[in-house]
């Protein structure tokens, strides 16, 4: 083709348009279309942050400490293993942070109530006779029940463990009451 004013004209327009389309990638003030991963949504891991935070916000100045809803959907039966948030300002040698703890209530638990439980560690007992080795741990480590130090928690404490919720042998959960019973004098 031969070269002609009107088609160095047009080559001069495309060149333009090249360079201007060029900058407007180069640009980063520029929106980029970005696609996004779906967001998995952790709805126990929400709730839980939610009223972490309304306690943390607390400064002592209430009457009454709050309410919180439970991130359970029913009630834990007795023998079941649960993370719980245990109070944070403890006072050694309280207990405290968030520690597995084993189900003793018996009778009725429901979502909105208190449990009886028996709080578990991971450190080896040595030579302590409270301390009482357990089948079942929520975490790869091996749980020791701590027999003399019963609580009464609120149900709202708990978190689900990961996968379903582990339960003692009857055996077992017998071996627990029997071990607490030891810690608590006898009636004159």
Same mark, same amino acid.
């Given at each position: 083709?031969?070269? +002609? ?10 060149? +333009? ?10 640009? %980063?003030?520029? %929106?980029?279309?970005?696609? &996004? ?20 916000? =607390? ?5 009454? %400490? ?17 993370? =719980? ?11 405290? &942070? ?9 009778? !009725?638990?429901?979502?909105?109530? !208190?449990?009886?439980?028996?709080? !578990? +560690? ?8 409270? $301390? ?5 741990? $929520? ?7 701590? =027999? ?10 708990? =978190? $689900?463990? +990961? ?14 009451? &029997?071990? $607490? ?8």
């Amino acid at each position: 083709m031969p070269d +002609t004013p009107q088609s160095a004209a047009v080559e001069a327009e495309n060149v +333009t348009e090249r360079s201007e389309a060029e900058k407007a990638l180069a640009n %980063p003030k520029r %929106p980029v279309l970005t696609l &996004k991963k779906p967001r998995v949504v952790d709805f126990a891991a929400e709730k839980e942050a939610k009223w972490q935070a309304e306690i943390d916000a =607390c400064d002592g100045s209430a009457d009454y %400490p709050p309410r919180i809803p439970p991130l359970l959907r029913r009630a834990p039966k007795i023998g079941e293993l649960y993370w =719980c948030n245990l109070p944070k300002d403890a006072m050694l040698p309280e207990l405290w &942070k968030k520690r597995s703890v084993l189900v003793i209530s018996g009778g !009725t638990i429901n979502l909105y109530g !208190t449990a009886v439980v028996i709080p !578990t +560690t991971s450190e080896d007992p040595g030579d302590d006779p409270h $301390l009482l080795k357990l089948s079942l741990s $929520l975490d790869s480590r091996t749980s020791y029940a701590i =027999c003399d130090k019963p609580m009464t928690v609120a149900v709202s404490r708990f =978190c $689900l463990p +990961t996968g379903a919720v582990p339960r003692l042998r009857d055996e077992e959960i017998n071996e627990v009451i &029997k071990a $607490l019973h030891k810690t608590i004098p006898m009636p004159r």
